[in-house]
């Protein structure tokens, strides 16, 4: 009787790599680790990020203001950028010429009376109950200032600040003057396949960013000059350090509009009773204003983000990345709405972006 032959065995066992299982879960196990590793750079380079997108959102205003010069002067477009640069200097300068002493010295006595206001109200709500006693609110303040910013940490020194502007300046200044040679190198990116509807949303991005921003300068220079306008009517003191703030603030829809209210209270109820209502009711004529009538009429085609969702993401934003977070809260939700909404559109090939 012959003996059995050998079974050789040619199939890879479950601990080797050519195993057609073990690679699928090695793939699978790459992209999960690639993901939190992109997370977790996200979150170690979100300043130098959120600067870079600062820098995005200023070009954008400089490619409004260059398109809008386009519309009456057929020049080159690089001189038309220099056009809309020396017009921003020249406004931001004969700004602080004209009103630079007389804006440092109400933003002086801004800030006693503010100091003046608070310890009032502190003291008027301790003598309640309502509030803890000033060495509690102090402990308190400081645990507050110590715990923010715990998930990310932002230059707090004025040389800081300075220098996270200047690099927004410039970084948009370099994007605004050659636009689609940064939008090529983004393509590069992406797969050739993905690319043509990839343009398609870099464009529906960039169209939603100009009209967004188009809305809030133009809210921010009508609430600027009408509470200056209205306050120095009625009496109350500061009116231009408070048109100014409130020019800047009208930036930041809904958390702005409270920080300004406060304030224009506090200053008006700090010259007399007549003229603290007055200042109430400048703000309540002056945002619905704004809010019901320029804002719509200028932004009527702007990205449609509801007020809930708005606040919501500021909140977010500005817990997580601080002022610079808050300040562009509302441009970030925009990019991603149209990214969402683009992504759920079938892809077309040969569809065009907004003019």
């Not at 196990?29 to 979150?43: F, K, N, R």
């Not at 506090?266 to 009711?281: D, E, I």
Request: proline share 5%.
């Amino acid at each position: 009787m012959e003996p059995a032959a050998e079974v050789v065995v040619s199939e890879p066992g479950p601990n080797e790599l050519r195993d057609p299982f073990v690679r699928k879960e090695l793939k699978r196990a790459t992209v999960w680790l690639g993901l939190a590793a992109a997370m977790a750079l996200v979150v170690l380079l979100i300043q130098p990020l959120l600067i870079i997108f600062g820098g995005l959102v200023f070009a954008s205003m400089l490619d409004g203001g260059v398109r809008l010069l386009g519309r009456i002067l057929p020049i080159p477009r690089g001189w038309r950028l220099l056009i809309v640069m020396l017009c921003t200097v020249a406004f931001i300068l004969g700004i602080f010429y004209l009103t630079g002493v007389q804006v440092a010295a109400q933003a002086e006595q801004l800030r006693v009376t503010l100091e003046t206001q608070g310890n009032r109200v502190i003291a008027w709500a301790s003598s309640l109950g309502l509030m803890p006693g000033r060495a509690d609110i102090n402990g308190l303040a400081q645990q507050a200032m110590g715990s923010f910013g715990k998930l990310t940490s932002f230059v707090g020194s004025a040389v800081g600040a300075v220098s996270s502007l200047l690099m927004v300046v410039i970084i948009g200044l370099f994007v605004a003057m050659e636009p689609r040679l940064y939008e090529r190198g983004l393509q590069w990116l992406i797969p050739s396949d993905s690319r043509p509807e990839f343009a398609i949303t870099i464009e529906r991005m960039a169209h939603t960013l100009r009209r967004l921003l188009a809305g809030r300068l133009t809210g921010m220079l009508v609430e600027g000059i009408l509470i200056w306008v209205v306050l120095s009517i009625g009496g109350v003191p500061m009116a231009l350090v408070l048109g100014l703030i409130a020019g800047v603030l009208a930036f930041i829809p809904n958390i702005g509009a409270i920080v300004t209210g406060v304030l224009m209270v506090a200053v008006g109820f700090s010259a007399g009773l007549h003229t603290g209502w007055w200042a109430v009711a400048t703000y309540f004529i002056v945002q619905n204003f704004d809010g019901y009538v320029v804002i719509p009429m200028v932004a009527r085609r702007t990205v449609d983000m509801p007020p809930a969702l708005t606040l919501s993401s500021q909140i977010l934003a500005s817990t997580l990345f601080g002022v610079l977070g808050l300040a562009l809260a509302d441009p970030m939700v925009a990019m991603i709405k149209v990214a969402l909404e683009r992504n759920s559109e079938p892809a077309i090939g040969n569809e065009t972006g907004p003019a």
